[in-house]
């Protein structure tokens, strides 16, 4: 559990702040602001402070005029106190003196300058007198953004973005690529993705500074190779270069991607591409991923190196791939998760690396954790927004995950969190509906006091969505748990049970990693087709399909009772279109679930009915069918408002594959 310093006092009720501070003590009285404000800094240099979101947010909360040079008025004063450790600060209101905040260094002082912004945010010229005083668990608060998988963000969501981290305290970020950049040899890759350029990286790494967020990059570099893989340029230095051609599947992306570590032009191929992207960042750290290796040994590299064990490969590729950061002076981040596989594969490793020890369960398993300790490597616990693959993310599991991982990260000296949020099959998921995991990170990672999760959506339906009635959140985690018949996850895993498109073939490999997600309680006949395939998954999953109908009504009540308390501000990225288009979605392939399952010989099979009746389910089946292109088209309004177009097509395939399959009446 937490030292006694991470607890936070009760009065924190009076006053809604993410992160709660570690001690705040209310005083007596209020301090009014008057029509002047002066903001007094005794050095002018600060480079990272928010003085001018500061002074906006005073002149359009209490419409004061804002001075930086003293006269008459309230006086906000900042400075340094050296008795403060560096990103200590301290914050204090009072109706003579007026506000004064104080950090051990320019960063502490930011801390406390993005408190008192919080403050304004829900105060009427009439402050509470108060003594804060706050530093964070962890001295690394990073978030981990999928830019790759689906989603290519504009620039103008990014830095909106690196705005709310900052806000809510994280100093880190980091935008995880695959293909998703234009490097130099990697065109045939990224062609038709709209990716990121060295001028956006440059401009967002500057942006990122001003507030004082470290941008680090984030790129793989042995698994995750997916769709540099495809290429002909590049196939031959994969695992599997003769699959090279199989038809795109976003469950084939996640599981097959990873380059022969035996082959010397896979090593080269891989160093060229760090020192292509790290010279952009001003950062000396470069996490170069190395998770879910899961073809590693498995392909041509035990034809090239038969005596050579899987750790010894792993170990050896990760060595070369570090020295070539040396050579660069960077220092490298690696995911744990194979590295952890094996005692020998983490005793060959460097020992500088920095390990990111992912888990995403709500319950965690702490022995990783402790294992990474024992052997005195540094790390970084990672949990997730768990967001992923579907619509709305699963806030309650994501609360629950990252509380646990803060709680073993403290308790195993860890030296970091890392907040993911991944972009798993196309990036359905809207980044903007992540807000809340981000603020459940933020929490977490500054002060992970034992917070109820109700009060914990309360503060943030009220901060970040200014719903003073605290609603808004206790309905958003319903939709994931209530509201949820047919997820997409397993639509695309039913989709992509057949090979390409209209050969009514069975993917083998898709079949065996659905019978791998049932934990084998489902077994594919491979002699027989995709539709047999499609069936038995389908009915293995009728009792939740049937539930359509009232997970239908709890997305409803769920989406009219967060809209009647939504001013149309679109606080915190959520807006009512946002809101219904994410909903409608659902609501369709819930019926989309139910309609499969006819299809499949479930309830209501239509080989029982007359004519008329099979009449009525083409009727009706046509009719969602056009629904969901209708749908599709609100969706691309609003992925185009944060994204570029870059892989929506992918998304655009499922929704319409799922179309034409309800106009043929046949799995």
């Not at 993005?114 to 007198?129: D, E, F, H, K, V």
């Not at 002076?329 to 005793?347: H, K, N, V, Y």
């Not at 970091?416 to 603020?439: A, I, K, Q």
């Amino acid at each position: 559990m937490p030292t006694s310093e991470h607890k936070a006092d009760d009065a924190t009720r009076r006053l809604t702040l993410i992160p709660a501070p570690v001690t705040l003590e209310y005083t007596h009285g209020t301090a009014l602001i008057g029509p002047l404000v002066t903001i007094e800094d005794a050095d002018q240099s600060w480079e990272t402070l928010p003085i001018e979101q500061l002074s906006d947010e005073l002149r359009h909360r209490y419409g004061v005029t804002v001075l930086r040079r003293r006269t008459h008025g309230t006086v906000i004063s900042l400075g340094l106190d050296s008795r403060l450790a560096h990103d200590e600060y301290t914050l204090d209101v009072s109706e003579s003196e007026g506000i004064r905040v104080r950090g051990g260094s320019e960063s502490g002082l930011r801390y406390g300058l993005q408190t008192l912004r919080q403050i304004i945010g829900q105060t009427s010229r009439a402050i509470p007198c108060l003594h804060i005083q706050d530093k964070p668990a962890f001295p690394v608060r990073a978030y981990s953004l999928d830019v790759t998988r689906g989603r290519v963000p504009t620039m103008e969501f990014l830095t909106w973005f690196v705005d709310q981290l900052a806000l809510y305290k994280y100093n880190q970020f980091q935008l995880y690529v695959e293909h998703a950049f234009a490097f130099v040899e990697l065109s045939e890759a990224w062609r038709g993705t709209d990716p990121l350029t060295a001028a956006d990286i440059t401009y967002l790494d500057e942006y990122c500074a001003r507030r004082g967020i470290e941008l680090v990059p984030s790129l793989a570099t042995f698994g995750h190779m997916y769709m540099n893989l495809r290429t002909r340029e590049h196939r031959g230095l994969g695992e599997f270069p003769e699959d090279a051609d199989r038809p795109f599947s976003f469950i084939e992306r996640m599981e097959h991607h990873t380059l022969n570590a035996a082959d010397p032009k896979a090593h080269d191929f891989a160093s060229r591409l760090i020192e292509e992207y790290a010279p952009l960042f001003r950062s000396k750290s470069f996490n170069i991923g190395g998770d879910e290796t899961f073809d590693l040994g498995r392909g041509r590299s035990a034809q090239d190196a038969p005596e050579a064990g899987r750790d010894e490969l792993y170990a050896g590729f990760v060595r070369d791939l570090c020295e070539t950061l040396a050579r660069h002076g960077r220092q490298p981040m690696l995911w744990a998760d194979i590295a952890l596989e094996s005692p020998r594969t983490m005793d060959l490793l460097p020992g500088d690396i920095t390990m990111l020890n992912w888990m995403y369960e709500p319950q965690i398993d702490e022995s990783n954790i402790q294992t990474i300790a024992a052997q005195g490597r540094r790390q970084f616990v990672c949990p997730a927004v768990r967001a992923w693959s579907r619509f709305f993310p699963d806030y309650a599991g994501a609360w629950l995950n990252t509380y646990h991982m803060a709680l073993a990260g403290i308790k195993y000296g860890a030296e970091g969190m890392v907040v993911t949020d991944w972009g798993d099959y196309g990036h359905v998921n809207d980044p903007r509906l992540s807000v809340p995991g981000l603020c459940y990170g933020a929490q977490n990672a500054w002060n992970p006091i034992e917070i109820d999760a109700h009060e914990m959506n309360r503060r943030i339906s009220v901060l970040v969505y200014g719903d003073e009635s605290g609603r808004i959140m206790d309905c958003l985690v319903r939709i994931d748990s209530d509201g949820v018949s047919f997820p997409w996850d397993l639509a695309v895993q039913v989709l992509e049970l057949e090979y390409g498109s209209g050969t009514g073939m069975l993917n083998t490999d898709v079949a065996s990693y659905v019978e791998r997600s049932c934990g084998g309680e489902l077994v594919f006949d491979r002699t027989l087709g995709c539709a047999d395939a499609r069936r038995r998954l389908l009915l293995r999953n009728h009792a939740r399909l049937e539930r359509r109908r009232d997970c239908d009504r709890a997305l409803i009540d769920c989406g009219s009772a967060v809209v009647a308390v939504l001013d149309g501000s679109a606080r915190g990225g959520l807006n009512p279109e946002l809101l219904w288009v994410m909903l409608d979605g659902q609501r369709l392939f819930n019926r989309l679930g139910e309609e499969l399952l006819v299809l499949a010989g479930g309830e209501d099979a239509c080989d029982t009915k007359d004519v008329t009746g099979r009449a009525l389910d083409a009727s009706r089946r046509a009719r969602l069918a056009a629904d969901l292109e209708l749908w599709f088209e609100r969706y691309r309004v609003q992925w185009l408002s944060i994204g570029r177009y870059a892989e929506l097509a992918r998304i655009a395939h499922v929704v319409w594959s799922f179309a034409d399959i309800l106009r043929r009446g046949a799995l």
